[in-house]
Protein backbone atom coordinates (compact mmCIF):
# COMPACT_ATOMS: atom_id res chain seq x y z
CA UNK A 1 0.00 0.00 0.00
CA UNK A 2 1.59 3.14 -0.71
CA UNK A 3 0.49 5.33 1.94
CA UNK A 4 2.87 8.23 1.28
CA UNK A 5 -1.11 10.00 0.50
CA UNK A 6 -2.86 8.50 2.94
CA UNK A 7 -4.08 10.63 5.71
CA UNK A 8 -2.24 11.34 8.94
CA UNK A 9 -2.97 8.56 12.06
CA UNK A 10 -0.86 9.62 14.12
CA UNK A 11 1.00 12.86 15.26
CA UNK A 12 3.56 13.66 17.78
CA UNK A 13 4.97 16.67 18.69
CA UNK A 14 8.23 17.48 20.84
CA UNK A 15 6.84 14.68 23.10
CA UNK A 16 8.69 14.59 26.15
CA UNK A 17 7.74 12.18 29.81
CA UNK A 18 9.85 12.18 32.80
CA UNK A 19 9.93 9.31 35.34
CA UNK A 20 11.17 11.18 38.50
CA UNK A 21 14.53 12.50 37.18
CA UNK A 22 15.09 10.24 34.14
CA UNK A 23 13.61 11.41 31.29
CA UNK A 24 12.19 8.69 29.07
CA UNK A 25 11.42 10.65 26.17
CA UNK A 26 12.94 13.81 25.24
CA UNK A 27 11.37 15.71 22.51
CA UNK A 28 9.76 12.86 19.63
CA UNK A 29 8.09 14.24 16.80
CA UNK A 30 6.36 11.54 14.96
CA UNK A 31 3.58 11.35 11.68
CA UNK A 32 2.69 7.69 11.17
CA UNK A 33 0.37 7.35 7.93
CA UNK A 34 -2.86 4.95 7.99
CA UNK A 35 -2.27 1.93 6.52
CA UNK A 36 1.11 2.21 7.38
CA UNK A 37 3.47 -0.92 9.06
CA UNK A 38 6.06 1.91 11.09
CA UNK A 39 8.15 -0.01 13.65
CA UNK A 40 9.78 1.71 16.39
CA UNK A 41 12.99 0.09 16.81
CA UNK A 42 15.48 0.69 20.07
CA UNK A 43 17.47 -0.50 22.34
CA UNK A 44 15.74 -1.88 25.47
CA UNK A 45 15.17 1.04 27.78
CA UNK A 46 15.24 3.49 25.06
CA UNK A 47 11.55 4.39 25.55
CA UNK A 48 9.71 2.66 23.47
CA UNK A 49 7.09 1.55 25.57
CA UNK A 50 6.67 4.65 27.29
CA UNK A 51 6.02 6.31 23.63
CA UNK A 52 3.17 3.45 22.82
CA UNK A 53 2.29 3.48 26.26
CA UNK A 54 1.05 7.61 26.15
CA UNK A 55 -0.09 6.96 22.73
CA UNK A 56 -2.43 4.15 24.28
CA UNK A 57 -3.69 6.02 26.80
CA UNK A 58 -2.19 4.28 29.27
CA UNK A 59 0.49 6.95 31.03
CA UNK A 60 0.30 11.07 30.50
CA UNK A 61 2.66 12.89 28.91
CA UNK A 62 5.02 15.49 30.46
CA UNK A 63 5.14 17.71 27.35
CA UNK A 64 4.15 18.14 23.63
CA UNK A 65 1.64 17.07 21.54
CA UNK A 66 -0.20 14.16 20.48
CA UNK A 67 -2.82 13.28 18.46
CA UNK A 68 -3.97 9.33 17.32
CA UNK A 69 -7.33 9.72 14.64
CA UNK A 70 -7.16 13.58 15.88
CA UNK A 71 -7.78 12.45 19.30
CA UNK A 72 -5.70 13.15 22.21
CA UNK A 73 -5.18 10.04 24.22
CA UNK A 74 -4.93 12.41 27.48
CA UNK A 75 -8.33 13.66 26.99
CA UNK A 76 -10.47 11.50 25.00
CA UNK A 77 -9.41 8.12 26.05
CA UNK A 78 -12.77 5.86 26.04
CA UNK A 79 -13.20 7.47 22.11
CA UNK A 80 -9.67 6.11 21.51
CA UNK A 81 -10.10 2.69 23.19
CA UNK A 82 -13.14 1.87 20.69
CA UNK A 83 -10.56 2.63 17.57
CA UNK A 84 -7.28 0.77 18.89
CA UNK A 85 -6.39 -2.86 19.08
CA UNK A 86 -3.62 -2.96 21.83
CA UNK A 87 -1.39 -6.15 22.39
CA UNK A 88 0.75 -5.47 25.47
CA UNK A 89 4.24 -6.55 25.77
CA UNK A 90 3.53 -8.94 28.43
CA UNK A 91 -0.10 -9.53 29.23
CA UNK A 92 -2.28 -12.50 30.90
CA UNK A 93 -5.78 -13.73 29.78
CA UNK A 94 -8.62 -15.77 32.04
CA UNK A 95 -6.64 -19.01 31.81
CA UNK A 96 -9.59 -21.01 31.87
CA UNK A 97 -11.78 -19.35 28.95
CA UNK A 98 -11.65 -20.92 25.59
CA UNK A 99 -9.93 -18.97 22.60
CA UNK A 100 -13.24 -18.65 21.18
CA UNK A 101 -14.49 -17.38 23.96
CA UNK A 102 -11.57 -15.07 25.18
CA UNK A 103 -12.84 -13.22 21.63
CA UNK A 104 -16.06 -13.14 22.14
CA UNK A 105 -15.79 -11.69 25.89
CA UNK A 106 -13.52 -8.98 24.08
CA UNK A 107 -15.64 -8.43 21.21
CA UNK A 108 -18.55 -7.52 23.50
CA UNK A 109 -16.60 -4.65 25.06
CA UNK A 110 -16.63 -2.65 21.87
CA UNK A 111 -19.50 -0.90 19.38
CA UNK A 112 -18.44 -2.58 16.00
CA UNK A 113 -16.98 -5.70 16.60
CA UNK A 114 -15.64 -8.00 13.96
CA UNK A 115 -17.66 -11.29 14.27
CA UNK A 116 -15.43 -14.32 16.38
CA UNK A 117 -15.22 -16.81 13.36
CA UNK A 118 -13.55 -14.01 11.04
CA UNK A 119 -10.62 -13.26 13.30
CA UNK A 120 -9.89 -17.12 14.13
CA UNK A 121 -9.27 -17.28 10.25
CA UNK A 122 -7.12 -13.84 10.17
CA UNK A 123 -5.16 -15.41 13.21
CA UNK A 124 -4.90 -19.20 12.12
CA UNK A 125 -6.36 -20.52 15.34
CA UNK A 126 -9.62 -21.79 14.08
CA UNK A 127 -8.78 -24.93 14.84
CA UNK A 128 -8.04 -24.07 18.77
CA UNK A 129 -11.21 -22.10 19.20
CA UNK A 130 -11.99 -24.76 21.77
CA UNK A 131 -8.69 -25.18 23.60
CA UNK A 132 -8.52 -23.69 26.95
CA UNK A 133 -6.10 -20.56 26.99
CA UNK A 134 -3.52 -22.49 29.45
CA UNK A 135 -3.09 -25.35 26.73
CA UNK A 136 -2.18 -23.05 24.27
CA UNK A 137 1.76 -22.63 23.18
CA UNK A 138 3.70 -19.26 23.32
CA UNK A 139 3.21 -18.68 19.61
CA UNK A 140 -0.16 -19.60 19.72
CA UNK A 141 -1.08 -17.37 22.90
CA UNK A 142 0.28 -14.31 20.92
CA UNK A 143 -1.78 -14.62 17.99
CA UNK A 144 -4.57 -14.63 20.07
CA UNK A 145 -3.53 -11.59 21.66
CA UNK A 146 -3.50 -10.15 18.25
CA UNK A 147 -6.84 -11.50 18.04
CA UNK A 148 -7.95 -10.04 20.98
CA UNK A 149 -6.73 -6.86 19.64
CA UNK A 150 -8.61 -7.43 16.33
CA UNK A 151 -11.87 -8.28 18.24
CA UNK A 152 -13.32 -4.40 17.88
CA UNK A 153 -12.17 -3.99 14.64
CA UNK A 154 -10.05 -1.26 15.29
CA UNK A 155 -8.53 1.10 12.22
CA UNK A 156 -5.24 1.05 14.54
CA UNK A 157 -3.12 -1.69 16.59
CA UNK A 158 -0.39 -1.79 18.50
CA UNK A 159 2.09 -4.41 18.91
CA UNK A 160 4.81 -4.11 22.14
CA UNK A 161 7.61 -6.68 21.46
CA UNK A 162 5.10 -8.98 20.00
CA UNK A 163 7.73 -11.82 19.55
CA UNK A 164 10.68 -11.19 22.49
CA UNK A 165 11.48 -14.15 24.18
CA UNK A 166 10.04 -16.47 21.18
CA UNK A 167 11.68 -18.98 19.32
CA UNK A 168 12.74 -18.78 15.59
CA UNK A 169 9.36 -20.44 14.47
CA UNK A 170 6.81 -18.58 17.24
CA UNK A 171 8.40 -15.78 15.59
CA UNK A 172 7.45 -16.76 12.35
CA UNK A 173 4.10 -17.29 13.22
CA UNK A 174 3.66 -14.25 14.42
CA UNK A 175 5.33 -12.13 11.86
CA UNK A 176 2.78 -14.04 9.15
CA UNK A 177 -0.18 -13.19 10.73
CA UNK A 178 1.23 -9.07 11.29
CA UNK A 179 1.75 -9.27 7.52
CA UNK A 180 -1.67 -10.56 6.65
CA UNK A 181 -2.87 -7.36 8.30
CA UNK A 182 -1.90 -5.44 6.00
CA UNK A 183 -4.43 -6.75 3.76
CA UNK A 184 -6.99 -5.29 5.97
CA UNK A 185 -5.85 -1.88 5.70
CA UNK A 186 -4.93 -1.18 9.45
CA UNK A 187 -2.64 0.78 10.39
CA UNK A 188 0.52 -1.07 13.02
CA UNK A 189 2.44 0.61 14.97
CA UNK A 190 5.58 -1.81 16.31
CA UNK A 191 7.87 -1.58 18.81
CA UNK A 192 10.88 -4.14 18.62
CA UNK A 193 14.60 -4.17 19.39
CA UNK A 194 14.91 -6.83 16.34
CA UNK A 195 16.66 -5.66 13.23
CA UNK A 196 15.13 -8.76 11.07
CA UNK A 197 11.61 -8.10 12.25
CA UNK A 198 11.49 -4.39 11.41
CA UNK A 199 13.15 -5.10 8.42
CA UNK A 200 10.57 -7.95 7.59
CA UNK A 201 7.18 -6.46 8.72
CA UNK A 202 7.98 -2.70 8.58
CA UNK A 203 7.27 -0.03 5.59
CA UNK A 204 9.10 2.34 7.59
CA UNK A 205 10.53 2.64 10.85
CA UNK A 206 12.59 5.05 13.44
CA UNK A 207 15.18 4.41 15.34
CA UNK A 208 14.94 5.47 19.14
CA UNK A 209 17.44 5.80 21.86
CA UNK A 210 17.94 7.67 24.85
CA UNK A 211 14.19 8.96 24.70
CA UNK A 212 15.16 10.54 20.71
CA UNK A 213 14.43 9.46 17.60
CA UNK A 214 17.77 9.52 15.56
CA UNK A 215 16.55 7.89 12.37
CA UNK A 216 13.61 7.87 10.53
CA UNK A 217 12.94 6.40 7.22
CA UNK A 218 12.46 3.05 5.43
CA UNK A 219 14.26 0.13 6.14
CA UNK A 220 16.10 -0.08 2.78
CA UNK A 221 17.47 3.31 2.88
CA UNK A 222 17.43 4.38 6.95
CA UNK A 223 20.16 6.90 7.39
CA UNK A 224 21.33 6.25 3.36
CA UNK A 225 22.09 2.70 4.15
CA UNK A 226 21.60 2.43 0.61
CA UNK A 227 23.62 4.99 -0.45
CA UNK A 228 26.27 3.49 1.18
CA UNK A 229 29.29 1.92 -0.51
CA UNK A 230 29.26 -1.87 -0.99
CA UNK A 231 32.22 -3.30 -0.11
CA UNK A 232 34.02 -6.27 -1.74
CA UNK A 233 35.81 -8.88 -0.58
CA UNK A 234 37.61 -12.35 -1.61
CA UNK A 235 40.99 -13.84 -0.65
CA UNK A 236 43.67 -15.62 -2.80
CA UNK A 237 46.10 -18.18 -2.56
CA UNK A 238 49.26 -17.50 -0.45
CA UNK A 239 51.61 -15.90 -3.24
CA UNK A 240 49.06 -14.67 -5.48
CA UNK A 241 47.85 -10.83 -5.43
CA UNK A 242 45.78 -8.86 -7.98
CA UNK A 243 46.66 -6.14 -10.30
CA UNK A 244 47.62 -2.75 -7.98
CA UNK A 245 45.64 -0.48 -10.33
CA UNK A 246 42.74 -2.48 -9.30
CA UNK A 247 42.58 -0.83 -5.80
CA UNK A 248 41.74 -3.64 -3.40
CA UNK A 249 44.03 -3.26 -0.09
CA UNK A 250 45.03 -6.86 1.50
CA UNK A 251 43.33 -6.36 5.09
CA UNK A 252 44.81 -9.70 6.35
CA UNK A 253 47.26 -12.60 5.03
CA UNK A 254 45.48 -12.49 1.43
CA UNK A 255 41.80 -10.60 2.31
CA UNK A 256 41.65 -8.28 0.10
CA UNK A 257 39.13 -6.12 0.17
CA UNK A 258 37.60 -2.72 -2.00
CA UNK A 259 34.80 -0.34 -1.01
CA UNK A 260 33.54 -0.34 -4.72
CA UNK A 261 31.90 2.91 -6.09
CA UNK A 262 31.34 0.67 -9.61
CA UNK A 263 30.65 -3.01 -7.99
CA UNK A 264 30.24 -4.52 -11.80
CA UNK A 265 33.32 -2.62 -12.92
CA UNK A 266 35.34 -3.81 -10.31
CA UNK A 267 34.06 -7.18 -10.66
CA UNK A 268 34.08 -7.65 -14.28
CA UNK A 269 37.79 -6.78 -13.53
CA UNK A 270 38.57 -8.83 -10.72
CA UNK A 271 36.98 -12.19 -12.65
CA UNK A 272 38.13 -10.93 -15.65
CA UNK A 273 41.76 -11.22 -14.23
CA UNK A 274 41.28 -14.31 -11.58
CA UNK A 275 40.16 -16.27 -15.51
CA UNK A 276 43.02 -15.27 -16.81
CA UNK A 277 45.59 -16.44 -14.30
CA UNK A 278 43.25 -19.28 -13.66
CA UNK A 279 42.40 -18.72 -9.73
CA UNK A 280 39.63 -18.92 -8.25
CA UNK A 281 37.40 -17.05 -6.07
CA UNK A 282 35.32 -19.64 -4.05
CA UNK A 283 34.85 -16.66 -1.02
CA UNK A 284 33.95 -13.11 -3.02
CA UNK A 285 31.32 -11.33 -1.14
CA UNK A 286 29.92 -8.16 -1.80
CA UNK A 287 28.29 -6.26 1.10
CA UNK A 288 26.28 -3.35 1.85
CA UNK A 289 26.01 -2.12 5.26
CA UNK A 290 23.29 -3.96 7.09
CA UNK A 291 20.31 -2.47 8.88
CA UNK A 292 22.08 -3.95 12.21
CA UNK A 293 25.15 -2.18 11.08
CA UNK A 294 22.98 1.41 10.55
CA UNK A 295 21.36 0.54 13.89
CA UNK A 296 24.29 0.07 15.73
CA UNK A 297 26.27 3.22 14.71
CA UNK A 298 22.84 5.44 15.28
CA UNK A 299 22.61 3.97 18.96
CA UNK A 300 26.22 4.68 19.36
CA UNK A 301 26.13 7.80 18.29
CA UNK A 302 23.88 9.00 20.84
CA UNK A 303 25.08 6.55 23.58
CA UNK A 304 28.28 9.43 23.52
CA UNK A 305 26.28 12.17 23.21
CA UNK A 306 23.88 11.59 25.67
CA UNK A 307 27.31 10.88 27.65
CA UNK A 308 28.38 14.58 27.03
CA UNK A 309 25.23 15.61 27.51
CA UNK A 310 25.21 14.62 30.73
CA UNK A 311 28.94 15.92 31.81
CA UNK A 312 28.35 19.18 30.44
CA UNK B 1 -24.16 -2.61 23.62
CA UNK B 2 -25.64 -1.17 26.80
CA UNK B 3 -24.15 -1.16 30.64
CA UNK B 4 -26.83 -3.85 31.76
CA UNK B 5 -26.36 -6.35 28.68
CA UNK B 6 -22.30 -5.62 29.26
CA UNK B 7 -22.67 -6.57 32.88
CA UNK B 8 -24.66 -9.85 32.65
CA UNK B 9 -22.12 -10.55 29.52
CA UNK B 10 -19.49 -10.16 31.96
CA UNK B 11 -21.04 -11.95 34.91
CA UNK B 12 -21.05 -14.71 32.38
CA UNK B 13 -17.36 -15.25 31.66
CA UNK B 14 -16.49 -14.42 35.11
CA UNK B 15 -18.83 -17.37 36.10
CA UNK B 16 -17.53 -19.78 33.60
CA UNK B 17 -14.16 -19.26 34.67
CA UNK B 18 -14.46 -19.49 37.97
CA UNK B 19 -16.57 -22.77 38.02
CA UNK B 20 -13.04 -23.92 35.68
CA UNK B 21 -10.78 -22.84 38.17
CA UNK B 22 -9.95 -25.82 40.28
CA UNK B 23 -8.50 -23.23 42.70
CA UNK B 24 -11.55 -21.04 43.01
CA UNK B 25 -14.07 -23.68 42.76
CA UNK B 26 -12.37 -25.79 45.56
CA UNK B 27 -11.21 -23.28 47.76
CA UNK B 28 -13.95 -20.80 47.51
CA UNK B 29 -17.09 -23.03 46.70
CA UNK B 30 -16.14 -26.88 48.50
CA UNK B 31 -14.60 -25.33 51.58
CA UNK B 32 -16.94 -23.86 53.74
CA UNK B 33 -19.32 -26.95 52.61
CA UNK B 34 -16.66 -29.17 53.62
CA UNK B 35 -16.14 -27.05 57.09
CA UNK B 36 -20.07 -27.41 57.27
CA UNK B 37 -20.08 -31.39 57.11
CA UNK B 38 -17.14 -32.12 59.61
CA UNK B 39 -18.39 -29.19 62.36
CA UNK B 40 -21.77 -30.41 62.25
CA UNK B 41 -20.37 -34.22 62.25
CA UNK B 42 -18.43 -33.27 65.04
CA UNK B 43 -20.06 -30.98 67.38
CA UNK B 44 -23.26 -31.15 66.09
CA UNK B 45 -25.12 -33.02 68.75
CA UNK B 46 -24.02 -30.33 71.71
CA UNK B 47 -25.53 -27.54 72.67
CA UNK B 48 -24.78 -23.62 72.96
CA UNK B 49 -26.17 -20.70 74.74
CA UNK B 50 -26.83 -18.14 72.21
CA UNK B 51 -28.78 -15.46 74.34
CA UNK B 52 -29.00 -16.12 78.50
CA UNK B 53 -32.26 -17.76 78.02
CA UNK B 54 -31.87 -19.26 74.67
CA UNK B 55 -29.65 -22.68 73.72
CA UNK B 56 -29.81 -24.02 70.60
CA UNK B 57 -28.17 -27.27 68.63
CA UNK B 58 -24.19 -26.58 67.87
CA UNK B 59 -25.15 -28.01 64.53
CA UNK B 60 -27.85 -25.08 63.70
CA UNK B 61 -24.96 -22.19 65.24
CA UNK B 62 -22.44 -24.43 62.62
CA UNK B 63 -25.31 -24.29 59.90
CA UNK B 64 -25.45 -20.11 60.77
CA UNK B 65 -21.28 -19.79 60.91
CA UNK B 66 -20.60 -21.59 57.92
CA UNK B 67 -23.47 -19.36 55.80
CA UNK B 68 -21.52 -16.48 57.28
CA UNK B 69 -17.64 -18.26 56.24
CA UNK B 70 -19.26 -19.28 52.59
CA UNK B 71 -19.93 -15.81 51.84
CA UNK B 72 -16.82 -14.52 53.51
CA UNK B 73 -14.99 -17.12 50.94
CA UNK B 74 -16.87 -16.13 47.75
CA UNK B 75 -16.82 -12.55 48.13
CA UNK B 76 -13.62 -11.49 50.48
CA UNK B 77 -10.77 -14.56 49.42
CA UNK B 78 -12.59 -15.25 46.09
CA UNK B 79 -12.47 -11.38 45.18
CA UNK B 80 -8.90 -10.38 46.31
CA UNK B 81 -6.75 -13.21 45.41
CA UNK B 82 -8.35 -13.85 41.94
CA UNK B 83 -8.22 -10.00 41.38
CA UNK B 84 -4.69 -9.88 42.59
CA UNK B 85 -3.96 -12.47 40.28
CA UNK B 86 -5.68 -11.12 37.25
CA UNK B 87 -3.97 -7.88 38.00
CA UNK B 88 -0.47 -9.04 37.74
CA UNK B 89 -0.72 -11.37 35.08
CA UNK B 90 -2.16 -7.98 32.94
CA UNK B 91 -5.62 -9.38 32.77
CA UNK B 92 -6.33 -5.93 34.29
CA UNK B 93 -4.73 -3.96 32.13
CA UNK B 94 -5.48 -5.23 28.91
CA UNK B 95 -9.06 -4.53 30.35
CA UNK B 96 -7.99 -0.88 30.32
CA UNK B 97 -7.16 -0.44 27.24
CA UNK B 98 -10.49 -1.71 25.95
CA UNK B 99 -14.01 0.51 25.78
CA UNK B 100 -15.68 -1.84 28.66
CA UNK B 101 -16.13 0.86 31.52
CA UNK B 102 -13.86 0.06 35.11
CA UNK B 103 -16.97 -0.20 36.89
CA UNK B 104 -18.87 -2.10 34.90
CA UNK B 105 -16.02 -4.65 34.62
CA UNK B 106 -15.79 -4.42 38.60
CA UNK B 107 -19.20 -4.72 38.87
CA UNK B 108 -19.23 -7.82 37.21
CA UNK B 109 -16.96 -9.61 39.48
CA UNK B 110 -19.35 -8.43 42.18
CA UNK B 111 -22.55 -9.68 40.86
CA UNK B 112 -21.00 -13.18 40.46
CA UNK B 113 -19.46 -12.99 44.12
CA UNK B 114 -23.05 -12.44 45.56
CA UNK B 115 -24.28 -14.75 42.96
CA UNK B 116 -21.83 -17.74 44.33
CA UNK B 117 -22.48 -16.14 48.17
CA UNK B 118 -26.01 -16.85 47.24
CA UNK B 119 -25.74 -20.57 46.19
CA UNK B 120 -23.99 -21.53 49.27
CA UNK B 121 -25.65 -19.95 52.02
CA UNK B 122 -28.70 -21.96 49.96
CA UNK B 123 -26.90 -24.94 50.39
CA UNK B 124 -26.14 -24.94 53.97
CA UNK B 125 -29.87 -24.26 54.58
CA UNK B 126 -31.16 -26.72 52.80
CA UNK B 127 -28.12 -28.97 54.39
CA UNK B 128 -29.14 -27.68 58.14
CA UNK B 129 -32.75 -28.52 57.37
CA UNK B 130 -32.75 -31.96 55.99
CA UNK B 131 -29.98 -33.37 58.66
CA UNK B 132 -30.62 -31.35 61.58
CA UNK B 133 -33.78 -29.42 61.62
CA UNK B 134 -32.66 -26.63 61.67
CA UNK B 135 -35.65 -24.02 60.60
CA UNK B 136 -35.83 -21.63 58.27
CA UNK B 137 -36.28 -18.07 58.79
CA UNK B 138 -39.81 -16.90 57.16
CA UNK B 139 -41.73 -13.63 56.49
CA UNK B 140 -39.95 -10.69 57.91
CA UNK B 141 -36.86 -12.20 59.81
CA UNK B 142 -36.24 -13.05 56.70
CA UNK B 143 -36.32 -10.44 54.77
CA UNK B 144 -33.70 -9.13 57.67
CA UNK B 145 -31.65 -12.13 56.97
CA UNK B 146 -31.58 -11.39 53.44
CA UNK B 147 -30.66 -7.61 53.98
CA UNK B 148 -27.85 -8.59 56.37
CA UNK B 149 -26.87 -11.22 53.65
CA UNK B 150 -26.82 -8.71 50.86
CA UNK B 151 -25.10 -6.02 53.01
CA UNK B 152 -22.66 -8.66 54.47
CA UNK B 153 -21.65 -9.89 50.58
CA UNK B 154 -21.60 -6.03 49.60
CA UNK B 155 -19.29 -5.06 52.57
CA UNK B 156 -16.83 -8.41 51.72
CA UNK B 157 -16.32 -7.68 48.33
CA UNK B 158 -15.79 -4.06 48.93
CA UNK B 159 -12.64 -5.35 51.12
CA UNK B 160 -11.67 -7.89 48.80
CA UNK B 161 -11.27 -5.41 46.46
CA UNK B 162 -9.63 -3.08 48.97
CA UNK B 163 -7.09 -5.57 50.73
CA UNK B 164 -6.09 -6.10 46.66
CA UNK B 165 -4.52 -2.56 46.84
CA UNK B 166 -2.54 -4.50 49.85
CA UNK B 167 -1.08 -7.11 48.34
CA UNK B 168 2.32 -6.43 45.86
CA UNK B 169 1.99 -9.52 43.05
CA UNK B 170 -0.01 -13.01 43.00
CA UNK B 171 2.41 -14.94 45.07
CA UNK B 172 1.71 -12.95 48.42
CA UNK B 173 -2.46 -13.01 47.12
CA UNK B 174 -2.99 -16.16 49.02
CA UNK B 175 -1.17 -15.25 51.86
CA UNK B 176 -2.11 -12.13 52.91
CA UNK B 177 -5.59 -13.01 52.33
CA UNK B 178 -5.51 -15.90 53.91
CA UNK B 179 -3.11 -13.75 57.01
CA UNK B 180 -6.12 -11.55 57.45
CA UNK B 181 -8.87 -13.22 57.40
CA UNK B 182 -8.27 -16.83 59.29
CA UNK B 183 -7.57 -15.02 62.42
CA UNK B 184 -10.61 -13.05 62.53
CA UNK B 185 -12.99 -15.82 62.01
CA UNK B 186 -11.85 -17.59 65.15
CA UNK B 187 -11.82 -14.40 67.04
CA UNK B 188 -15.33 -13.56 66.04
CA UNK B 189 -16.61 -17.25 66.97
CA UNK B 190 -16.63 -18.46 63.23
CA UNK B 191 -15.16 -21.92 63.72
CA UNK B 192 -15.14 -22.24 67.83
CA UNK B 193 -18.29 -20.64 69.16
CA UNK B 194 -16.82 -17.78 72.00
CA UNK B 195 -18.18 -18.65 75.49
CA UNK B 196 -18.90 -16.13 77.68
CA UNK B 197 -16.09 -16.43 79.46
CA UNK B 198 -13.78 -15.33 76.42
CA UNK B 199 -11.04 -13.32 77.38
CA UNK B 200 -11.89 -9.94 76.91
CA UNK B 201 -9.56 -8.55 73.97
CA UNK B 202 -10.76 -11.62 72.04
CA UNK B 203 -14.62 -10.52 72.65
CA UNK B 204 -13.34 -6.36 71.81
CA UNK B 205 -11.83 -7.53 68.57
CA UNK B 206 -14.61 -9.38 67.84
CA UNK B 207 -16.85 -6.48 68.23
CA UNK B 208 -14.38 -3.81 66.40
CA UNK B 209 -14.36 -6.29 63.17
CA UNK B 210 -17.23 -6.84 60.67
CA UNK B 211 -17.36 -10.69 60.69
CA UNK B 212 -18.67 -11.40 64.36
CA UNK B 213 -21.91 -8.84 63.52
CA UNK B 214 -22.12 -10.24 60.18
CA UNK B 215 -22.57 -14.07 62.04
CA UNK B 216 -25.12 -12.29 64.20
CA UNK B 217 -26.91 -11.20 61.74
CA UNK B 218 -27.69 -13.95 59.92
CA UNK B 219 -28.31 -15.83 63.02
CA UNK B 220 -31.07 -13.75 64.35
CA UNK B 221 -32.69 -14.83 60.70
CA UNK B 222 -31.81 -18.57 61.54
CA UNK B 223 -32.18 -18.77 65.25
CA UNK B 224 -34.31 -16.07 66.55
CA UNK B 225 -32.03 -14.10 68.69
CA UNK B 226 -32.65 -10.58 68.67
CA UNK B 227 -31.97 -8.76 65.07
CA UNK B 228 -30.15 -5.80 65.99
CA UNK B 229 -29.74 -2.64 63.81
CA UNK B 230 -26.35 -1.71 65.26
CA UNK B 231 -24.58 -5.14 63.35
CA UNK B 232 -25.89 -4.17 59.85
CA UNK B 233 -24.84 -0.52 60.74
CA UNK B 234 -21.20 -1.73 61.69
CA UNK B 235 -20.93 -4.28 58.91
CA UNK B 236 -22.02 -1.56 56.40
CA UNK B 237 -19.74 1.02 57.90
CA UNK B 238 -16.83 -1.69 56.77
CA UNK B 239 -18.06 -2.00 53.58
CA UNK B 240 -18.21 2.04 52.85
CA UNK B 241 -14.28 1.74 54.07
CA UNK B 242 -13.56 -0.80 51.69
CA UNK B 243 -15.19 1.09 49.16
CA UNK B 244 -13.33 4.32 49.51
CA UNK B 245 -10.05 2.62 49.73
CA UNK B 246 -10.65 0.98 46.65
CA UNK B 247 -11.54 3.73 45.03
CA UNK B 248 -8.38 5.55 45.69
CA UNK B 249 -5.87 3.34 45.53
CA UNK B 250 -7.11 0.59 43.21
CA UNK B 251 -4.78 0.02 40.40
CA UNK B 252 -5.10 -1.85 36.73
CA UNK B 253 -1.61 -2.37 36.74
CA UNK B 254 0.94 -5.01 38.08
CA UNK B 255 2.50 -3.54 41.61
CA UNK B 256 6.48 -4.06 41.11
Known sequence: MNSAQSPVAIEVKDLTKNYGTNAALRGVSLEIRQGEIFALLGPNGAGKTTFVEILEGFRHRDGGDVHVFGIDPDHQPMALKTRVGIVLQSSGMDRYLNVAESVAMYSSYYPHPRPVDEILALVGLEAKRNERVLRLSGGQQRRLDVAIALAGNPDLLFLDEPTTGFDPSARREVWEVIKNLRGLGKTVVLTTHFMDEAQYLADRLAVIAYGRIVAEGDPATLAGRDRRLATVHFSLPAGVAPPPEFGFNEKANNVFEVSSKQVAQDLFNLTSWALSVGVDLADLRVDRPTLEDVYLELTAEVDDSNVLAVRS | ?256
Open chain 2, 1 to 256: MNSIAMLQNQVKYVNKAFWRNPASAFFTFAFPLMFLVIFTSLLGHHSIKVSPTRSVDLSTYYVVSMAAYAVISACYNNIAVGLAIQRDSGVLKRTRGTPIPGGIYILGRLVHAIFVSVILVAITAAYGTLFYHASLPTGWSLAKFLLMLIVGALTFCALGFAVTCLIPNADAAPAIVNASILPLLFLSGIFIALSSNAPTWMVWVARIFPIRHFALGMQAGFVGTTFNWMDVVIVAAWGLGGFLVSYRFFSWEPQR
